[in-house]
């Protein structure tokens, strides 16, 4: 269900919550937090989050490792790319099986924040928020910073 690697730091330190989807976007929303994190002495957990599309529930034609392997091969580059020069951070990554918005919110209990990359849709981009992000900040129970990608 899920996958966890850490590297040093405590129990007790501060941490940032931030989820990862492999997009540029969520590259970049990762890069933030790791930066932010060192400016105040935090942990950074990478979350990424991940659900059996409804479609396979249908006609199932996979099984959940499989689905996993393919998450993992997906997510991999992308959270290695975002933690390159992240030596000095306490990371620790999870790939969890769940809806990612549920995921997130509760990875964030007793974050200081909780940080996700905004998706841009079409030439109206900045007038929307992907659907994880419109519900992590609806419902996060700590502060979120919506990472904008340029």
């Not at 790791?34 to 059996?52: F, K, L, N, S, Y």
């Amino acid at each position: 269900m899920s996958e966890e690697s850490e590297s040093s730091g405590g129990d007790r330190e501060p941490f940032i919550v931030v989820g990862v989807d492999g997009s540029r976007a969520s590259i970049a929303a990762v890069t933030w937090a790791i930066d932010h994190a060192r400016r105040i002495g935090a942990r950074v957990e990478v979350i990424g989050a991940w659900e059996v599309p409804w479609s396979e529930l249908v006609s199932p034609t996979k099984v959940d490792d499989d689905y996993f392997r393919q998450v993992r091969e997906r997510l991999e580059p992308a959270i290695a790319e975002a933690l390159t020069g992240a030596d000095d951070v306490h990371t620790v990554v999870r790939i969890v099986e769940w809806y990612p918005g549920p995921a997130l919110v509760q990875a964030a209990e007793h974050a200081e924040m909780l940080v996700v990359g905004s998706h841009r849709y079409g030439v109206m981009g900045g007038m929307h928020l992907g659907s994880v992000a419109s519900y992590c900040a609806h419902h996060a129970p700590c502060p979120v910073l919506i990472h904008r990608h340029r």
